[in-house]
């Protein structure tokens, strides 16, 4: 799901990936900076990019939109792009009080098993990772396939002891790439196990999938969320183009909440040779993939973690007051991406 850049020419490049590697994060290679010193990231030419914020607010004010875009009904702030029929993009969907209560439930709450992450490849089902992440737990291998989170002296000790292998809870979040919800998706199959046990995703989480979806439904028909994946960025992650295609009907969304830092989002056609939309994505944004926008290659090349670009100011002070500064601290280099999908 996340890769790095693959060094060829352009010209065996298709549009999409020349798109990836143009927003890509690079650094500049200059002697003057030394391992020390703070890596610069080279600069990049963002004026193409959409923002659907200021669209939104000029949209508000003069009530003009941009060539190629238009309001998905009258009097909403529910944005489409003409030549992606099916996509739908609302801007600060969500308030500051819902990012951040969903922001601590994919930190604390959806890793949990049953639901899986990328550590059940390694570690098994990891329980309680985030409140050892804020002990300062180790988790200890004591057995081939057996792992336990001990307090660091404890871990010490039974690493010199046996020496055993252990990584701490602390690692082991930033290293949380991925978790999934109700049905669980197979990733090394690439398909939903029925037969793995799961719990349903949270009503809360549910009720707002479904009133988002509701302007991207067949008319008479209800969204039923069914399995959700959540995707964590860190710096330097990408996801490169895909498409979202193992679900049984294209013709429901898949409703796309994101959280923390700013990312550019690409959304390309039926075809990695057509030239793709590059667009912001902020903290309370919400994207829908319905139709035939589930036919189109779409991937995140770009998170923004600096201060100046990551926008999430606001969200910081929020989740501070509300949680302490273990989750604003954490989410000032992350991204989350909850994306809602209705299986059959």
């Known amino acids: 799901m996340y890769e790095s850049a693959n060094v060829s020419d352009d010209a065996d490049r298709t ?72 996509f739908y993009f609302i801007p600060n969907a969500l308030s500051l009080e819902e990012q951040c209560k969903w922001i601590k439930e994919s930190l604390t709450s959806f890793p949990q098993p049953p639901n899986r992450t990328n550590h059940n490849a390694i570690y098994g089902p990891v329980a309680d990772l985030y409140e050892s992440a804020k002990a300062n737990k180790v988790l200890v291998q004591e057995d081939t396939n057996i792992w336990k989170f001990f307090d660091g002296e404890e871990a010490t000790a039974k690493v ?54 509701a302007i991207a439904m067949p008319s008479g028909e209800e969204f039923r969320p069914e399995g959700a994946i959540v995707n964590y960025f860190g710096l330097g992650d990408t996801l490169g183009g895909h498409l979202d295609d193992m679900e049984a009907d294209w013709s429901k969304p898949i ?26 994505l902020r903290s309370g944004d919400v994207v829908l993939m319905a ?40 989410i000032k280099t992350l ?5 809602i999908r209705q299986v059959f």
Not at 24 to 44: A, N, T
Not at 165 to 188: E, H, I, P, Y
Not at 206 to 211: D, F, G, N, S, Y
Not at 315 to 321: A, G, N, V
């Open 160 to 213: 010199k002891q046996r020496s055993c292998k252990s990584v701490s809870a602390s690692v082991l979040l930033r290293k949380l790439r991925w978790s999934t919800l109700g049905l669980q998706f197979d990733w090394s199959k690439r398909n939903y196990d029925v037969s793995l046990p799961h719990n349903n995703i949270p009503d809360a989480l549910c009720q707002l999938a479904k009133t988002h979806a």
């Open 335 to 339: 991204r989350i991406n909850i994306n």
């Open 15 to 86: 549009a999409f990936r020349r798109a990836e590697k143009n927003y890509k994060l690079y650094y500049e290679q200059d002697s003057k900076f030394s391992r020390k010193k703070k890596k610069l990231p080279k600069p990049v030419d963002l004026s193409s990019v959409l923002d659907f914020n200021s669209i939104s607010q000029d949209f508000n004010r003069t009530g003009v939109l941009p060539d190629g875009i238009r309001v998905a009904e009258a009097d909403s702030q529910v944005f489409c792009i003409e030549n992606r029929p099916g």
């Open 291 to 330: 139709g035939e926008a589930r036919e189109c290659f779409h991937g995140v090349p770009r998170i923004f973690i600096d201060e100046e670009n990551a926008d999430i100011g606001a969200l910081e002070s929020e989740l501070s007051h509300e949680n302490g500064d273990f989750i604003a601290e954490y």
């Open 255 to 280: 409703v796309s909440m994101s959280l923390g830092c700013k990312a550019i989002f690409l959304l390309g056609g039926k075809s990695k040779e057509d030239p793709p939309h590059a667009m912001y």
